[in-house]
């Protein structure tokens, strides 16, 4: 088992509104989804860290554009070529070793242990990397769970998106959460539309609000804290269903249900 007390997770802002994830010892490093290298290669170079992994979740092309560029980068530098971890279920040729439902990476530098969990939905083939270094654990979950809300669904169905979301939620409390894009306060916005009297997100809006005044990433967020504030894993919940029924009628309160209607209005809500 990994220390973590040697192991740094930082986010690297690229994009609009990107965060590619860097783990590292002080020497190595993996990177999650570097869809831009230029960031990537600023931040390797100025730390001086030998990037030796790449984890991939997806196929869209914020989440993978950087890798060629990040391969081609490292054999400039005579570097042995990064391992490219991707999804087995798309179609991404950059991809090196192919990844399905609980199989683990075990990475000797920097030395780290991830499990894979599948969550599609987002697109058909996602995954998910799971690092439990020690007390803190960590998820990699690219565009399924954000702060406060989730993915899109471009591929999957709702069903889909559900037990993927449950999967996540039923993670150690404490795990944090490390998604791909920064969306929190828009998502907020949207989360107060069905739950204005959540007096957890209400405090939530106003730590966000702050901390994005001062240029600082709302994310990492923990599993525990989603469960208080995003509707998306509070689909059980009397009032997110009461607010869903409000906004349009539904056949049932299935959670599926109550999801796939929660994402829709999100999908057209004006923040």
């Not at 992994?53 to 989440?63: G, S, V």
């Not at 998820?139 to 406060?148: K, P, S, W």
Request: charged share 20%; net charge negative.
């Amino acid at each position: 088992m990994p220390d973590d007390n040697l192991l740094q997770v930082r986010s690297i802002a690229a994009y609009d509104d990107n965060y590619i994830w860097l783990i590292s010892d002080k020497h190595c490093a993996v990177i999650v989804d570097p869809g831009d290298a230029a960031p990537v290669i600023k931040h390797l170079t100025e730390h001086h860290l030998t990037l030796t992994t790449i984890l991939i979740t997806h196929h869209h092309a914020d989440h993978i554009g950087g890798v060629a560029d990040l391969l081609t980068w490292c054999e400039s530098l005579g570097q042995e070529k990064p391992v490219v971890y991707g999804p087995a279920h798309e179609n991404i040729a950059v991809v090196t070793e192919r990844l399905i439902e609980s199989d683990v990476v075990s990475i000797s530098r920097p030395a780290c242990e991830f499990t894979v969990l599948d969550v599609p939905g987002h697109t058909s083939g996602h995954i998910a990397f799971y690092l439990n270094a020690g007390q803190q654990p960590h998820v990699f979950c690219g565009d399924t769970l954000f702060a406060t809300g989730c993915g899109r669904l471009f591929e999957g169905t709702p069903a889909q998106m559900v037990d993927s979301l449950n999967k996540l939620k039923n993670l150690p409390d404490q795990t944090l959460v490390h998604c791909a894009h920064e969306y929190t306060l828009s998502n907020i916005k949207f989360a107060l539309a069905v739950e204005p009297k959540n007096q957890e997100l209400l405090a939530w809006q106003q730590t966000a609000q702050t901390l994005r005044q001062k240029g600082v990433p709302t994310v990492p967020t923990t599993i525990a804290h989603e469960k208080s504030v995003n509707p998306f894993l509070r689909c059980e919940e009397s009032s997110v269903i009461e607010s869903v029924k409000q906004h349009q009628a539904i056949k049932d309160t299935h959670p599926v249900t109550v999801f796939a209607h929660l994402r829709s209005w999100k999908d057209t809500f004006k923040a």
